[in-house]
């Protein structure tokens, strides 16, 4: 049972644009968010998280939006860079509970010149 | 500070072989977590272990099992590989609090033959 789904294997963006990456949740136990980016051959570096007590968190050009009762969450990134060509997960986390990352699937994210 | 080392980096097998994949954490982290990729399930949980003791575990068979030794270095191991456990092998380290960024090594990568 996949409990954190990111639905668009691949999106492809132009350069400037915004770049809007979607994940949805099944578990309502999960209470904690986070955004990784992996390029090839690298290992995934942390993006930025949200606590669930929040709906929004800005880092510069990365907002993470929380919708609990939708159970979606979703990441813009505005204006998309070529350097941000990459394999985006989202991951969840229960603190309370088994305290372990759960991953989705991830979705490739190409930036067009 | 150092980031997470893995070792090998690559590694090819037969079938039938096992294997051992190691991990040094960040300096001061004290939990790990092992992580397999694959093209077709993105990143799935397998094991994390947090003082030497394994403090979660995620759906894999008992040919996968791991260890932790008391400067938090970790091992995994893969006993009887099938040509399904070719994939990308992760390992994350973080200071064990659940809200914690998991940092993350490059990766080996298993070719099973």
């Known amino acids: 049972d996949q409990q954190v789904k990111q639905n668009s294997p691949s999106l492809s963006v132009q350069e400037g644009r915004i770049s809007i990456l979607n994940c949805d949740y099944t578990n309502s136990m999960f209470d904690y968010f986070l955004w990784y980016k992996k390029y090839p051959a690298e290992g995934p570096t942390f993006l930025i998280s949200i606590s669930s007590i929040k709906d929004k968190n800005e880092d510069g050009r990365f907002t993470v939006f929380l919708n609990k009762s939708a159970k979606h969450l979703s990441l813009h990134i505005v204006p998309s860079q070529p350097g941000d060509s990459a394999v985006y997960f989202c991951a969840a986390i229960e603190i309370q509970g088994a305290q372990k990352l759960v991953f989705g699937q991830g979705t490739r994210l190409t930036i067009n010149p | ?113």
Not at chain 2, 62 to 79: A, T
């Open chain 2, 1 to 113: 500070k150092a980031g997470v080392t893995q070792t090998p980096r690559y590694l090819i097998k037969t079938r039938g072989q096992q294997v051992t994949l190691s991990c040094s954490p960040i300096s001061g982290h004290r939990s790990v977590s092992w992580y397999q990729q694959t093209p077709g399930q993105g990143l799935q949980f397998l094991f994390e272990y947090f003082s030497e003791t394994q403090r979660n575990k995620g759906n894999f068979p008992g040919r996968f099992s791991g260890r932790q030794f008391s400067n938090s270095r970790s091992e995994m191991n893969v006993s009887t590989l099938e040509l399904g456990d070719s994939a990308l092998y992760l390992c994350a380290s973080s200071s064990g609090q659940a809200e914690e960024t998991q940092y993350f090594g490059p990766g080996t990568r298993l070719l099973v033959l």
